[in-house]
């Protein structure tokens, strides 16, 4: 009965049990992580997210359904012709409003 007798703080199957259950510790937040993030291939709804607003460095990364668009903006101005749609106000909250043109 030499098994029944021996001290536990000298087998080494108690700490790769120890080691097993930190990386079942660090998966479960890893999934948590993925699970939260907007962009993530199982989130049904359209998303769209912008980094870096207002500076050179701005994208824009839109999701609608399971297609993906990365667009980045090159810092300058756009042009073109076109008409004038209406013109956009900005209130003292913050909100725009957007008034269309009536011909």
């Given at each position: 009965?030499?098994l029944?007798?021996?001290?536990?703080?000298?087998n080494?199957?108690?700490?790769?049990?120890?080691?097993?259950d930190?990386?079942?510790?660090?998966?479960?937040?890893?999934?948590?992580?993925?699970?939260?993030?907007?962009?993530?291939?199982?989130?049904s709804?359209?998303?769209?997210?912008?980094?870096?607003p207002?500076?050179?460095t701005?994208?824009?990364?839109?999701?609608?359904?399971?297609?993906?668009?990365?667009?980045?903006?090159?810092?300058?101005?756009g042009?073109?012709?076109?008409?004038?749609?209406?013109?956009?106000?900005?209130?003292?909250?913050?909100?725009?409003?957007?008034?269309p043109?009536?011909?």
């Amino acid at each position: 009965m030499k098994l029944l007798e021996e001290d536990e703080s000298n087998n080494p199957i108690l700490s790769v049990a120890n080691m097993v259950d930190v990386f079942l510790v660090v998966i479960a937040a890893l999934l948590i992580a993925i699970a939260q993030n907007p962009l993530n291939p199982f989130f049904s709804d359209d998303i769209t997210v912008i980094k870096d607003p207002g500076k050179e460095t701005m994208e824009i990364i839109t999701k609608k359904g399971e297609k993906i668009e990365h667009h980045k903006t090159t810092g300058t101005i756009g042009q073109g012709e076109g008409t004038r749609a209406g013109t956009a106000y900005r209130l003292k909250d913050g909100s725009l409003i957007y008034v269309p043109e009536t011909d």
